[in-house]
Each structure stands twice: as C-alpha cells, then as structure tokens.
C-alpha cells in the first residue's frame, strides 16, 4: 500500500492530473479467461476503481484521455454532467494568449485586468474518449459524418442509405472521429496548461496496443515539463525510459487492480 500513500501524497500537492486509461481498462480485453463469471468480477472491480479514481481526484483539476469505449466511465460519477470540475488556472478559454507571457509583465497584467474565473466545466466535459463510445451510433458505411444516441433511431439503420448502424469506435470500419473532437480540443487546450505546473501524470494500463493514444504522448508530457511525475501502473509493461529517470515510477501491477486499492480503508493514512 506504500504506493498508493505515496501517490496521494503527489496528487496533494499537484497542480494538475493528468490520466490515462489504457486496456487495462476494456472489459473485452480482459484475459482472466474466468468466463462469465470472471467477467462479471472484472465488471465490479472497474465499478470500484472508478469510483476509487473519482475519490483520489474530486479536489483536483484533471483530464482523462481513456481507450475504453464500453462508456462505463459516464455512469460513474466522473461523467457527472453536474458537477463541476476544479480548475487550477481561473482562466477562460480566451485569455489562453496570456500564457506566453513573462511572469512579471503577467502579474503587472493580472493586475491591471483580473483574469475572470473560468466558466466551470462539469467532470464529464474532462474525459475524452479518442477510441470512440460503442453506444453511439454511426452509419456502417460512413455515408454521413452523423452520430446519433443510443434509440435515437429504433429502427438501428441510416436514414440517408439504409446501411446498418455500427458503434461509433475505432472498430468501425470507418470510424466517424467527429464523435470525439470537440472533447479532443478541449483535452488539448487542457494539455497545453500543465507546462511549466506542477502535474501528476497517471497513466493506468496502457501498453503498446496503441501507443501513440496514451503512452507515447505522456512520456512526452512528462519530459518536456520538469515539474511532473509519472505513475506508469502496467501489469506487463511497466518499464521506464532511461530519460525519465527519478521523474518516473513503474509499478507492475493490474492497473484497474491496484488503483482500487487506493481508497481501501487499510490504506488510508
Ligand atoms: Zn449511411
């Protein structure tokens, strides 16, 4: 449990969360090979790691970037569409053209205009998910760049070419990517704000399935801002390049596993 303390100690004094939900956290990717009933554990287990996440995190300003395209996240609490999310910045979107400042002229200008507080973001627009949602709906052949809700059309077919719908994921064989743009944009924007901060990155579970989502672009994250540190929770790959050396912790364990552990009571400081 040492582990887990430690993090919380990090996430106490960090400015900023960065995470990333790899395929550690799909249930189809899961090879407990149990058969249904492992798969129902597994189900419950994810229930207790989000719920853990949202715990470890509900003080704090974050972003989760997640491969998982079950969707599971949404009906957690983390993808309240209420609550708001803690900003570490009180900036707004418009005022982004200040960051390039130095930091005396910025306080010379905070001065003289007050940066307003940011409208506030409620904690599902902090979760982008790039691989794509299986509950919503897109045409199979790609015919339209339109994604509809789930029971949006009863009839399940497209009303521009009568093809069969298909989950709006990477699986499609067109994959509609409008889906999760505009959470991209806004994931960037964030991303773009913890340069130069104090920033936790916790990447959970993601290997080398797709690496370029999620584990390539966090060791980036983390070599370029000297004031972050990496978690990398991997039950397979958990290694850490030589660059990021004591700036970076790799954990071999399940990831979904070990972060429910985090708000275990025997673990609570
Ligand atoms: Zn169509």
């Excluded at 106490?12 to 790899?22: D, Q, S, T």
Aim: aromatic share 10%; glycine share 8%.
């Amino acid at each position: 449990m040492t582990e887990q303390k430690n993090l919380r100690e990090q996430l106490a004094g960090c400015e900023k969360v960065l995470i990333g939900l790899g395929e550690e956290w799909k249930l189809k990717g899961d090879a407990s090979g149990k058969g249904p009933a492992g798969a129902k554990e597994r189900e419950a287990l994810l229930d207790r790691a989000y719920q853990a996440l949202y715990e470890l995190v509900k003080e704090k300003d974050y972003f989760i970037i997640t491969m998982a395209t079950d969707a599971r996240i949404y009906r957690t609490p983390l993808g309240s569409e209420k609550e708001p999310v803690r900003s570490a910045d009180g900036m707004s979107g418009e005022e982004l053209c200040w960051e390039g400042m130095g930091e005396e002229l910025r306080e010379r200008m905070d001065r003289l205009f007050p940066p307003k507080p940011a409208p506030a973001e409620s904690r599902w627009q902090r979760i982008v998910a790039p691989c794509g949602n299986e509950t919503w709906r897109q045409c199979s052949l790609a015919c339209t760049k339109d994604i509809w809700e789930p029971g949006e059309l009863p009839e399940d077919r497209c009303p521009h070419c009568g093809a069969p719908l298909t989950g709006n994921t990477m699986e499609a064989q067109v994959y509609i990517e409008e889906g999760y743009l505009p959470q991209w944009e806004r994931y960037t924007h964030w991303l773009a704000r913890t340069l130069n901060r104090k920033t936790v990155i916790l990447e959970l579970g993601a290997g080398f399935g797709n690496p370029e989502v999620i584990r390539f672009p966090f060791e980036k994250t983390a070599y370029f801002n000297q004031k972050a540190f990496l978690y990398r929770v991997n039950a397979r790959f958990p290694q850490i390049t030589e660059e990021l050396h004591g700036r970076a912790k790799g954990i071999q364990a399940d990831s979904v596993e070990w972060l429910s552990y985090c708000s275990h009571p025997m673990s609570v400081s």
